[in-house]
């Protein structure tokens, strides 16, 4: 060979000349051949590729560890993985696995690694920084009508250390606004996202509402202000199917809602609901990336013991787009109910789904929605700001397709980062907005998670 005819010229006296320099050379040739084989090697376990090229047997899983969930149970981890102890690594799948995690909302920070543990062996770590997932919080609400609200809200987003939610709620209106009356709420809400190892979910919630606070608790509109109690139980089970980060479901649910209210309003509004969804948004904390959509109809029938014969159809489509902090969310919605008292169980517009509007101020049996939001990059790593507009229409059939029944509303606001607690942006939006009836208002919002 080669090589080997000009190790025989040089021979011994070749040898014998070498200088110092010439073997740090050669010695730092040889570091940096290893050091890129290395390279080489640490490349294909990184993408889930045999270490010994396509021919040799890939690195597998011979252990996940789990560090820092302190509340949060095991198994729930454990369902969210992808890479399962045995299995040949991957790290497209590693890494849509810290995803799903992170998508739960429970945690603050999500990171992996990837460790040797021999021959073809590798170690999982997967770290986590868990937020405050317990929110008591007391309400102060002041409406746009002058109706001052004081409550307590609290939610337990990690029920159990499983994933669960468990939505305690008391309010009492105290029925200051023009024509109010002094009312009160409770309610309690479970959400189970999985039920054991099943594909199946369950939510149910029951709720008592007087007075003012019955429009919260009631599918029939325009209770508000008015003389009257609701009382609602309901129940939701979902099928999902979990592709990736993905999460497609279908769903089905009943409402029992009894309402004594004024005379030529029913007593009873009992509906079935039939749904299905797809939700494909990756959560990075602050920022959002993805979209989601969903679609439904709502049947009110003297089947289900309903004094209303309705069908209410609705779908949204979401989209946010991310470019490092930079956010924007675009969303439009709509529906329409048919049948005989459409108008009863049809849809409210204004307030926090049209910002600018007075809240529920637009009611019909249909409707159509568009919003559009930008979420600025955040400053000092917790202050960030955002813009909106918001534009739709509820009404009748021809009201949908009139522009003389547009609003429209947009505005500014800041967005806090309160990264240790779940659902943790505080939000202060200023809007502006005008009606159907050209009358232009100024409205303030405070919340606790983004709008959108």
């Known amino acids: ?19 110092p320099k010439f073997d740090c050379l050669r010695g730092a040739a040889r570091w940096l051949l290893v050091a890129l084989l290395l390279r080489v090697a640490g490349g294909a376990v990184a993408h889930g590729q ?3 090229g396509a021919d040799a047997a890939p690195a597998r899983i011979i252990a996940i560890e789990f560090v820092g969930n302190h509340r949060t149970k095991q198994p729930v981890l454990v369902r969210e993985m992808l890479v399962t102890v045995g299995q040949p690594f991957d790290a497209h799948q590693f890494e849509d696995s810290l995803q799903r995690l992170r998508n739960l909302g429970l945690f603050f920070r999500v990171s992996g690694e990837v460790q040797p543990a021999g021959p073809g062996q590798v170690v999982l770590t997967v770290r986590v920084v868990e937020k405050w997932a317990v929110l008591p919080l007391p309400q102060v609400d002041l409406t746009e009508e002058g109706d001052v609200k004081l409550g307590l809200d609290y939610t ?13 709620k008391f309010k009492h209106a105290l029925g200051t606004d023009t024509g109010g009356k002094a009312g009160e709420s409770a309610s309690i809400a479970y959400d189970v996202p999985q039920v054991g190892e099943s594909p199946y979910d369950v939510s149910t919630g029951v709720g008592l509402a007087t007075h003012n606070e019955a429009a919260a608790r009631t599918a029939l509109t325009g209770t508000r202000g008015g003389n009257a109690t609701s009382v609602d139980f309901d129940l939701d089970v979902g099928r999902f199917e979990r592709v990736k980060t993905w999460r497609r479901r279908s769903a089905l649910g009943l409402t029992v809602n009894h309402i004594t209210a004024s005379e030529d309003q029913p007593r009873w509004l009992n509906s079935l609901r039939l749904s299905r969804s797809v939700d494909a948004v990756d959560d990075f904390v602050y920022t959002f990336r993805g979209f989601r959509a969903g679609g439904g109809v709502q049947l009110f029938s003297d089947w289900f013991g309903s004094e209303v014969s309705a069908a209410k159809i609705t779908g949204e489509y979401t989209r946010f787009w991310k470019r490092d902090e930079h956010n924007v969310v675009g969303k439009v919605s709509g529906g329409y109910t048919f049948g005989v008292g459409a108008r009863d169980v049809g849809f409210e517009l204004g307030g926090g789904n049209l910002r600018g509007i007075d809240k529920a101020s637009l009611r019909g049996a249909g409707m159509w929605l568009a919003n559009l939001e930008y979420r600025s990059p955040r400053a000092w790593r917790w202050l960030g700001g955002a813009c909106f507009t918001d534009l739709g229409v ?19 606001g800041v967005r806090a980062t309160i990264g240790r607690l779940v659902k943790g942006v505080a939000r202060l939006d200023v809007a502006y907005g005008t009606g159907p009836d050209g009358v232009g208002s100024l409205k303030v919002y405070f919340g606790l998670k983004q709008p959108l």
């Open 50 to 52: 045999p270490l010994g």
């Open 394 to 412: 509820a009404g009748e059939e021809a009201d949908l397709v009139d522009p003389s029944h547009l609003a429209a509303g947009g505005g500014v």
């Open 1 to 19: 060979m080669r090589c080997a005819r000009f190790a025989t010229r040089g021979g011994a006296g070749f040898a014998a000349r070498r200088s």
């Open 156 to 168: 337990d987003y990690n029920f159990r250390g499983q994933d669960q939610r468990l939505n305690l």
